[in-house]
């Protein structure tokens, strides 16, 4: 991993990166691949519930970046979000850009019922115009979110990562599984790196919480089933998908995605449910040890977020880290 | 359908409907609907090529609608709407509403090559700098490119008005396909809609136009098909869904999409495709003719836009109007 | 108090109320007073915390006010309005007014530290970018803070409301005090207005929750007291300003504030405090009844914000419920 | 010529130069001057006509200048370099330079019928739109157009280059001639330039293509003329102005323009006027070979533009380059 | 002269004008041809020598015009032109007109000069930011200027007014002169309009104050003259023209501007001049009494503007006040 | 005083200073303890009373710093110093800072009265659109005028400079007194730094010009006053304040503010009240000797501004020279 350090020139302003409070341990992991500390900062909030932040090194005209996944508590995390931007923006950093490796609005990216906000729109607008110059982020519900944010996007992508552990590992008599046809693009993209089938779910959402996937189209029966989706939540799709495939003789499954959320019931569901044997996941979100059950696999994003920073703050092509 | 008229408080301003050159055909089809006349126009080029434009009604605090699909030429059909819609903005137009039937460039909505545009949003912001104030549009590509809109926008569906021909047919033993999985979710909604069960290929896009089609995913051998998409051009997808649906027994295909561009190579091709025996499509575009083979029917979708100019203007409710 | 009706032109568009989940009470009583119903909406939680909202009714260009104090918890209070706002406007709602009775964050309106948020700019921005046209609020702050919106605001004060109250009382030998020097030209203003004379404390914040007031300055022994705040949040100042006028033969206080949040220690800290006999605030905030001590007085600003909307509505002027 | 270099203190970005469609040659000559190779990209049509680009160096931070005459089709030419603007922005490009040696629509400048569009205003919006930081071009149709840019314009003029070849030659018993009083200023500054008299005539415009010059204003009996216009599109003017000089007795007319369109009848109109026996322009649109008649003299821009992308590069003062 | 009404649907909201200090006869009788009273404001300086401004009738959701040309004092009437916009802005006014008979800074229209600002865009942007929906103005000194504004402009002409004064007159052996040729193409309009010839001075301006004007070109000898320009300030352009047309034995010029500010050397230059026995112009500014030397026919725009405002109000097309 | 040099990294643009008339000596001065010439501009008034500026040094890519305070002429000094600003950016400055020692406006900084403008937010609102990217000023009327600039705002304190005045005199049985209690914070904070205690005027503002106050709060009597006030103008607040000290047996004033306009009577009043010994102020607008009554104390903020200058440019930190 490359040290930072100016570029030929020498003509780089100073890097620093601050960390709001969401998700510390991976700002921590990323700042130490890329040879720096972590900057100092203050959240805290007034006894009225406002909160308040303060950078604790100056950053006058420096790049800086702030790393902040929209995880639990998603609110708290994106108002402490746009203040830290506005503070580093008022405070005269040279450029800022907001870290996001869980967008996690970016699932709320169309008009699906009338009268609601286009949420991952709104809130890409919010961050431009509490100063973000930039933002970096990873695999975003879909692909079109990035044409939201009116600034310009670096948008990562975990693939290499998850494809990387799954190479070394057996897959003849394996399929790519989908729960959900309208975004089984990326599953196809990932099986066909790995040189496997794919198929995928029909799949009906009846509220947030519970979806009904009426069948499995594409062959599956008796094969080993990598199941794999953007983001876990509920792990409702996961349980609905695993009932089809359980009906097709499958008995082997391994339930891979980027963004381990793992919300409400999913683990006393995941754990419910033998099939799955394996879970494999990122560390784009913080998952606490009593989550890590079947011994889970949380592949760090840390390596690829840094080798983007340093990419930023020098100002080298970033091509060979998109997913395409 | 309703004819216009000012609403119980007796306070709209009144409406009037101007045209580009896309399209005539139809804003005079939607103003028979409204039973208002087509408000007067002029476009044509300089001598350098220039485009001029000028509107030859009064407009002043009246409620604007301008009717133009992004249809060939393209650029200048755009650079016509955006100066028709300048020329409104600054004639003291009450309110400019761009009616675009196809927006050609809800295509290019992600960023999958590196250092290209997300088009579709910028067009969108060109449409916004132009002085338009809403946007009327129909079946956009992905549902994502409403929100690259800064603007209200009413996004309506074809999908009534396909629907209630095919319901009108015998249904049985037929299966919705989609060509490409990563835009079957709509496939499904329709073939719900109608009763029916759905597939969906698994496309590879190698050129612009050429596509590999791998493998149809789902049951659909000796069925019949109806071949479902939002736009057809050259029919590339189409030709390689019907390779892949023959070496399933399948015979017997009826082609139904909402945009019927058939540029290229698209008749021929379809001429040579005796599984084709239908198509079915609306005149969101012109439809030429000489590209009418094969009995195709174009549904007129100019009820459903005279409606939605209606309700704008009256400022009536437009949920019933929507695909959700 | 009128009801809604159009004007004389009979040219208003209709009126909607909607609230948020932060103070639905008096949400609805603002709508009894103005003789309407509560326009329905709803407000849930994704699994992976996102916020999601939806308008019930129909809000095509109508008169649209949302009611939302920033209480606790104040981050998901603020993005809920954001929320709010965005829907009505993508919804094409012909005007959309914030109705803030509480801007919490009008407390952080300077840059008393290096490296912070305005965060009471900041917020604002955030309220204009989500799409509201204008903003009703209550004792800000500061007034200054009126100048950080971009859009027109009608800043309302209680003090008619807590006057009236007073009026009715024996002031003799009666003095008002603020516990800040810094924030003393209200409680002058109000001590005018009661035809009583004004004191103020000497504070010096130590931290967010423990402040220092060194002294009481102007002549306030043995008097009767009417301790006079914008906020009380832990009752820091409160608790430090009666001590100095303990020390100053004072034994009778009433404790007053138009946004009574009484949040941490408060309760238990005024309980504490046997100089305070009477503490009187108003319902822009939510007050449970166990906050309820010392036969507490929250006087209803309800019928005042229903006057603003109403001549919101109907284009009436409002300087007669402003302060200045 | 200089060679693109970095500045004393080393501390420029790359330079990076790329040529939309419109003038290829023009754009390789440039490079040429400045010592480096035109970055490659590549443009081209979906089937739905949609215009497709893509960058296909890194312009990571990089100074980027895109060249584009608006020349013929201009619609598409437009088109084409708002998306490689938008591209460049997008892909994170230091700062971004329109190139538009041929502004065509700099004649559309003023509102002089009702309900048109003063497009020459709203295509600069559209280039800022679409992420223009700068914009170079030539001679705009009338000096105000450049207060038409939201952005810093560099606004050359190619007189130094036409007086130059001009003064080489036998300028005794000389009169500058430009068709039109309302543009007489610069026919007047280049006349004093080249220490010639100067006349102007009274043009009344009927169409487009069709204007009729009632008379020339000045001296011009039996003289030999520069006939001096920014632009020579149809050559209706020209035609008209040599019928009138015709009458007054001058038989030696040399046509000089900045902008030598040529387009529909100007090559015959041209040729069927024996009193022109020369044509001076330059390359700022393509002459293609079959319009280069009666020896016509297309003088290079190139250098001037080379000089001036160097200077601002480099951070030079261009007050040299300037016209005043 | 109309009467202010409703238009025929009744839903005009009511009209109110204002007036700065510069002009107040004229807002004046504006609104005695409008029918309406001029609304009170009152203007004044701090001690500090800043401006206050208060509208003092209510604004909320009226129609307001606010009437301020940019006379001497130029600096302060323009500065309390846009505090009156933001007061009637911020106290909720429906839509706010800026009334600018005389624009002075029109004249710097264009960079003629390194590091300038070309301060005509500059003040239009100043008026969009401090809050005008609209202008309304007259004879600016290019018409390029009209696209410098973000809004709507609607630009008056006086031409009707000068033309119909001297269609009364013997008009036999006239012809119009303008001192500038950069900008004879009104004046060519103008003596069309009257059916006499036109010509045209070389000048170049050496200072602001000092032009020289090389010739008069066009047919003037022994001819009586109507010097024709758009703003007459210190009249030095004026006297080189009559030195020219008195070589050329011109002995009677009548001397006809839009906007006569008669500043400096003005008023003894032109009585130092017998050639100019007629002196006509407007009262787009004050001219006082002292002024009006020559028996000086100031003719009033007060019914133009009326009518203006009033078709503005009503939403009528005002095409026919235009000057095309 | 450092010297202006490039930091380790060698990137800096050259700075360079100009001035427009409001304050050339502060000007030339800061740029002495710059070690830089300031640069050359001209400032003039065409005939029609409009200012016209040119920066006479090329600015591109220069890192520009234009001074003028808001003093009288105000209107003309706020026009002069927006056509720098947009001169500057026109010319294609790299970056412009509006250096505005004294900000008059501060003072309408809140809506205290019916349909009055915020002042200063339209101003800080102007100086936006007019290009500055940012803005260096002092003693604020309130720190909340901070939030009303959309960019960085570096806001210096001129505490330092006249605490360390008075740190050099005796001030036992010394209190400070700050004429009005709604700005009495930072009399607090200044009598804190000096160790003495603090007292407050009970102030009704009648005009402008006449003001009230009731009472001095706080314990004053007998002892010797600082009168401390961030500005004074007609000094009518000071002259009633020591009316009411005088009742109090106070006989020893030191007047002291950061902004000495002493406009109006302020000179003649100041003559007249013998309490008044001294008076002690700075250089932030120009003091003519005429008004250096009382061997007035006009201690220079150039050392500041050039230090907070040089931080700026050279990129670091500024926190040490702010007042918190």
Chains 1, 2, 3, 4, 5, 6 share one sequence.
Not at 103 to 110: E, I, M, V
Not at 204 to 210: A, G, I
Not at 214 to 234: H, N, P, Q, S, W
């Amino acid at each position: 991993m490359p040290r930072i350090q100016d570029n030929a020139k020498g003509e780089r302003k100073e890097i620093c990166v601050f960390s709001g409070q969401a998700h510390r341990a991976l700002a921590l992991e990323i700042c130490e691949h890329l040879g720096i500390p972590l900057s100092p900062s203050v959240t805290r909030k007034f006894s009225n519930d406002n909160l308040y932040v303060q950078l604790q090194d100056s950053v006058r005209e420096k790049d800086v970046f702030i790393i902040q996944p929209l995880t639990y508590p998603v609110s708290d995390n994106l108002v402490e979000l746009l203040l830290l931007l506005d503070a580093a923006r008022s405070a005269s950093a040279g450029r800022v850009t907001a870290v996001i490796p869980y967008y996690s609005y970016s699932r709320s990216d169309k008009k699906d019922e009338p009268r609601i906000s286009i949420a991952a729109k709104l809130i890409a607008d919010l961050i431009h115009t509490a100063g973000a110059n930039r933002v970096l982020t990873m695999t975003l519900h879909s692909p079109q979110v990035h044409g939201f944010f009116q600034m310009p996007v670096d948008h990562l992508s975990a693939h290499p990562v998850l494809a990387a552990f799954y190479r070394k590992k057996d897959l003849s008599n394996t399929v790519v599984v989908a729960p959900d046809m309208g975004h089984a693009k990326r599953a196809f993209a990932f099986a066909r790196n790995l040189g496997v089938p794919v198929a995928a779910g029909a799949k009906k959402r009846l509220t947030d919480e519970t979806v009904h996937i009426e069948t499995i189209i594409g062959d599956v029966r008796g094969k080993r089933v990598i199941l794999f989706d953007d983001e876990v939540a509920t792990a409702g799709s996961v349980i609905e998908a695993v009932a089809r495939l359980r009906e097709m003789d499958v008995t082997d499954v391994s339930l891979c995605c980027t963004h381990g959320v793992f919300s409400g019931p999913a683990i006393s569901r995941l754990l419910a449910t033998p099939e799955i044997h394996e879970i494999v996941t990122t560390n784009t979100v913080p998952i606490p040890q009593e989550k890590r059950i079947k011994d889970m696999q949380v592949l760090s994003v840390a390596p690829l977020f840094a080798e983007a920073i340093h990419r930023i703050h020098t100002g080298q092509s970033m091509t060979t880290l998109f997913e395409y």
